[in-house]
Nanobody, 124 residues
């Protein structure tokens, strides 16, 4: 089991930026995926972005394309989510999660290990 710890959330004005970090304790294997999900008030948890550990290939939900960027530092066992041009609708608790699926999957149930989440609030 891999333990994940997110950080970097906070309060930011619309148009602002934040960078979230997810540090993994344990081994992330080359074929694993690390994803970011978010859950807004009264909403279901939704996929935001994911990265394949070996290839660093990335996937994004449409609403964040061009604004968010996921990356990883294999030496530090850390995944980042750079969020630019933030909107009020990006307000949510953001979670990182690890999947051992053989292929990219956007469903939360395909992810085995989860962090505790970090709050992102976008408000003027």
């Amino acid at each position: 089991q891999v333990q994940l710890a997110e950080s970097g959330g906070g309060l930011v004005q619309p148009g602002g930026s934040l960078r979230l970090s997810c540090v993994a304790s344990g081994t992330i294997y080359s074929n694993d995926f690390v994803g970011w999900f978010r859950q807004g008030p009264g909403k279901e948890r939704e996929f935001v972005a994911a990265i394949n550990w070996r290839l660093a290939k990335t996937w994004y939900t449409d609403s964040v394309k061009g604004r968010f960027r996921i990356s990883r530092d294999a030496a530090e066992n850390t995944v980042y989510l750079q969020m630019n041009n933030l909107k009020v609708e990006d307000t949510a608790v953001y979670y990182c999660a690890l999947s051992k699926s053989a292929y990219i999957d956007y469903r939360p149930e395909s992810y085995n290990d989860w962090g505790q989440g970090t709050q992102v609030t976008v408000s003027s």
